[in-house]
């Protein structure tokens, strides 16, 4: 099993920031088979994706609605992954999920995906 948990959420004013981790663990977890990604949901939205981060952390894509503000990094000695929200807007208020993807060398199989319990963020004045 592998288990995710996430931090950092919280209320912060509109252009301040937030650093979310998510912490990943347990014995199926090795780092080197898995892209991890930032999700975000609201109540009456479905879940979407905000950031992945590639195996090795070389590569990343985002969401247009955060590209430039949101970077997401991984470090893999620590099995953690982070992302670091700047100049936060109203609309970015929802519960963030972290997620780990599984590959098998160039093969996606996503009956081996986890997901976290979420964090919330707030931005609100």
């Known amino acids: 099993q592998v288990q995710l948990v996430e931090s950092g959420g919280g209320l912060v004013q509109p252009g301040g920031s937030l650093r979310l981790s998510c912490a990943a663990s347990?014995?199926?977890?090795?780092?080197?088979?898995?892209?991890m990604a930032w999700y975000r949901q609201t109540p009456d939205k479905e879940r979407e994706l905000v950031a992945r981060?590639?195996?090795?952390?070389?590569?990343?894509d985002y969401s247009d609605s955060v590209k430039g503000r949101f970077t997401i990094s991984r470090d893999n000695a620590k099995n953690t992954i982070y992302l670091q929200m700047n100049s936060l807007k109203p609309e970015d208020t929802a519960v963030y999920y972290c997620?780990?993807?599984?590959?098998?060398?160039?093969?996606?199989?996503?009956?081996?995906?986890?997901w976290g319990q979420g964090t919330q963020v707030t931005v609100s004045s």
């Open positions: 981060v590639s195996v090795t952390g070389d590569n990343a």
């Open positions: 347990g014995t199926n977890f090795i780092a080197s088979r898995y892209a």
């Open positions: 997620k780990a993807e599984y590959w098998s060398g160039s093969y996606r199989l996503e009956e081996y995906d986890y």
